[in-house]
């Protein structure tokens, strides 16, 4: 992997970024702690119904960020890929978020996975590009310094907690990638975690990142999609109880 990170100073700051496109001030873009980061509007509706959430109007409509009544948590939308979760995380870090919660989507690879499974991803193999940007080192492998407060609670849930492959290629998952991926024991594939955890890492933030099983690889080089399905369905409904009830605060 060709490495592109660059110790120099940066020249172009979220901070700068979001007060020209919000024309506000610091202070008027402050934020909670804490952010749960979806990937579609059903899923954000699943953690802002009930809640008497409100949009932050500073925000807008720059980035929609909902205010969970009563907490020290928000929840947003995402547009996917390892890009938008990295732009999101350096803007929402620069006006107090310190802690990430991820609630993705991954395909499984091996024996091991089935659709509806929900998965703590603790490490995720880099190959996409963000985190070649992020971190100095060659490791091809980024995990998450989070995940030992998580994995007892995902543990009670009955969560496993996997190794991922993140790529930014979604249309060359080859064969060849799949088996070698199994092959050193990673079960999943998504967009975005080497990403997440990347950027985590080199701010001194907390990231940790649950997917739910949405379609499956088999070893005869087959995919199947598991989105219309019942176990899809009961998944989501997992996830979106364990989010309200640990994740939210």
């Not at 940007?133 to 996997?162: I, N, T």
């Not at 975690?193 to 499956?216: C, E, M, Q, T, W």
Request: aromatic residues 10%; neutral net charge; glycine residues 8%.
């Amino acid at each position: 992997m060709r490495r592109f990170f660059d110790p120099s100073r940066v020249i172009l700051e979220p901070q700068a970024i979001a007060g020209a496109l919000t024309g506000k001030q610091p202070n008027e873009l402050a934020l909670p702690e804490r952010v749960i980061v979806t990937f579609n509007d059903a899923d954000l509706r699943r953690l802002t119904g009930g809640r008497g959430a409100s949009v932050a109007d500073a925000w807008r409509p720059f980035r929609m960020i909902h205010l969970l009544s009563g907490t020290s948590t928000a929840a947003i939308r995402s547009s996917f890929g390892g890009p938008n979760i990295a732009a999101l995380m350096e803007e929402l870090s620069a006006f107090g978020v310190r802690e990430f919660v991820l609630w993705g989507y991954c395909g499984g690879m091996g024996p091991d996975r089935a659709v509806g499974d929900v998965c703590l991803a603790k490490s995720a193999l880099r190959e996409e590009g963000i985190s070649w940007h992020y971190l100095p080192d060659d490791d091809d492998m980024v995990s998450s310094r989070w995940a030992d407060d998580w994995v007892p609670v995902a543990a009670e849930a009955g969560f496993p907690v996997v190794d991922i492959w993140t790529t930014d290629a979604i249309y060359r998952e080859t064969l060849s990638k799949i088996d070698a991926c199994v092959g050193r024991g990673i079960s999943a594939v998504e967009m975005e975690v080497a990403s997440f955890y990347a950027v985590a890492r080199a701010k001194g933030l907390k990231a940790i990142a649950f997917l739910i099983v949405s379609d499956l690889f088999s070893n005869n080089g087959t995919w199947t999609s598991g989105f219309h399905t019942k176990a899809f369905r009961e998944g989501t409904r997992k996830l979106a109880r364990f989010m309200n009830e640990k994740a939210v605060v």
